[in-house]
């Protein structure tokens, strides 16, 4: 790992989450929602809640993020993510 990255995943760490995603799942307002607050911040925090996680299950929801975000995944903990475009 590059040393920028590994300062990514610090900061990242003592984040909260900036967007929570709920039972509706992954909805074009979501990934809107997502790809406004990568192009303010350099890191974006993303909580999903279990309701949505035992319909879709949580590495695919995970790769559907970030494949749709265009986004590096910088952490993945429990059923938290942060991503960066940076």
Do not use: C, H
């Not at 610090?10 to 509706?24: F, T, V, Y």
């Not at 890191?43 to 590096?72: N, P, W």
Request: no cysteine; proline share 1%; net charge positive.
């Amino acid at each position: 790992m590059d040393k920028v990255f590994k300062e990514l995943r610090k900061e990242s760490k003592i984040l909260a989450p900036n967007i929570i995603i709920g039972k509706n799942g992954l909805t074009d307002g979501v990934i809107r929602n997502i790809n406004f607050e990568l192009n303010k911040q350099k890191i974006v925090k993303i909580k999903i809640l279990k309701s949505y996680i035992d319909t879709a299950g949580k590495d695919k929801t995970f790769a559907d993020i970030a494949e749709k975000t265009g986004a590096k995944v910088v952490q993945k903990i429990g059923f938290t993510i942060s991503l960066t475009k940076r």
